[in-house]
C-alpha cells in the first residue's frame, strides 16, 4: 500500500520566513495530493491541493510543488505569520485499491513572531 | 454549524469497557471516513463508507472494532473490550464521491483515554 514519509517533523521560523515541508510517496498510481492544517484541538482541515496532472500550484502565500518522477512534493509557505502555527500534514490517494487518503506523520510548524 | 459532527468529544473509561463514537458527516456526503491519530502522528485509516456499504476496512480494525453506518447518514464506531493502547483521537470526514479531487472535511474528533 501507500507509504508516505513527511520531514522535518518540527520547523521553527522567524515571522516573515519561508518554511517548505517536504513529503515521498510511494505507490507511483498516486494522483492526488492535499495538505492539510491542524490547530491545536481541532480537526484537519484543507490548505492546498494538487493533482498529478499539475507541477505546481499557488493560493495566496502558500504554493504545493509536485515531482512525479522522483514522487516528492512540497509545501512552500512564504511570509509567515504567527497564526500559520499549527502541524501540517502531507497526504496521498490513489485511484487504485484503497481510495482513502494516506497520511505524513507531520510537520509542527512554529512562527516566532 | 454544517460541518462534520462527532460526539463524545471527550471519553475516558476504564479497559475493559465498551464505548461509542458518533460522526454526523456533512448532509449531502455520501463518504463517510473513520481516522485514528495518536499524539504525534498524521491520522491513520481504518474504515470508510459510501452510503450505507462499508467498503474498506484497515488492518488497524480488530475484531473488537466495529463500525456501521445503518442509514447512509451518521455513522457509530464502537470499540469492544477497550485497551490502553485503544487510547487516540477518533477522527471521522466526509467527502463527496464523484469530485476528482475527493476533498475530505474532518470532524473535531472524538478523544479516548483508556485508564
Known amino acids: 500500500g501507500e507509504n508516505v514519509e513527511q520531514h522535518p517533523s518540527t520547523l521553527s521560523v522567524q515571522e516573515g520566513d519561508s518554511a517548505v515541508i517536504k513529503c515521498t510517496y510511494s505507490?507511483?498510481?498516486?494522483?492526488?495530493f492535499p495538505w492539510y492544517k491542524q490547530e491545536l484541538g481541532k480537526g484537519p482541515q484543507l490548505i492546498i491541493d494538487?493533482?498529478?496532472?499539475?507541477g505546481e500550484k499557488k493560493d495566496q502565500r502558500i504554493a504545493v510543488t509536485l515531482n512525479k518522477t522522483a514522487k516528492h512534493f512540497s509545501l512552500h509557505i512564504t511570509e509567515t505569520q504567527p497564526e500559520d502555527s499549527a502541524v501540517y500534514f502531507c497526504?496521498?490517494?490513489?485511484?487504485?485499491?484503497?481510495?482513502?487518503?494516506?497520511f505524513g506523520s507531520g510537520t509542527r510548524l512554529q512562527v516566532q513572531p | 454549524d454544517t460541518g462534520v459532527s462527532q460526539d463524545p468529544r471527550h471519553k475516558i473509561t476504564k479497559r475493559g469497557q465498551n464505548v461509542t463514537f458518533r460522526c454526523d458527516p456533512i448532509?449531502?456526503?455520501?463518504?463517510l471516513y473513520w481516522y485514528r491519530q495518536t499524539l504525534g502522528q498524521g491520522p491513520e485509516f481504518l474504515t470508510y463508507?459510501?452510503?450505507?456499504?462499508?467498503?474498506?476496512k484497515s488492518r488497524l480494525l480488530s475484531d473488537r472494532f466495529s463500525a456501521e453506518r445503518p442509514k447512509g447518514s451518521f455513522s457509530t464506531l464502537e470499540i469492544q473490550r477497550t485497551e490502553q493502547g485503544d487510547s487516540a483521537m477518533y477522527l471521522c470526514?466526509?467527502?463527496?464521491?464523484?469530485?476528482?479531487?475527493?476533498?475530505?472535511?474532518f470532524g473535531e474528533g472524538s478523544r479516548l483515554t483508556v485508564l
Open positions: 470526514a466526509s467527502s463527496v464521491n464523484g469530485r476528482i479531487t475527493g476533498e475530505l472535511f
Open positions: 505507490d507511483s498510481a498516486s494522483n492526488y
Open positions: 494538487i493533482r498529478s496532472n499539475v
Open positions: 497526504a496521498a490517494k490513489t485511484n487504485t485499491g484503497r481510495r482513502a487518503l494516506t
Open positions: 448532509s449531502e456526503h455520501n463518504r
Open positions: 463508507f459510501q452510503n450505507e456499504a462499508q467498503l474498506e
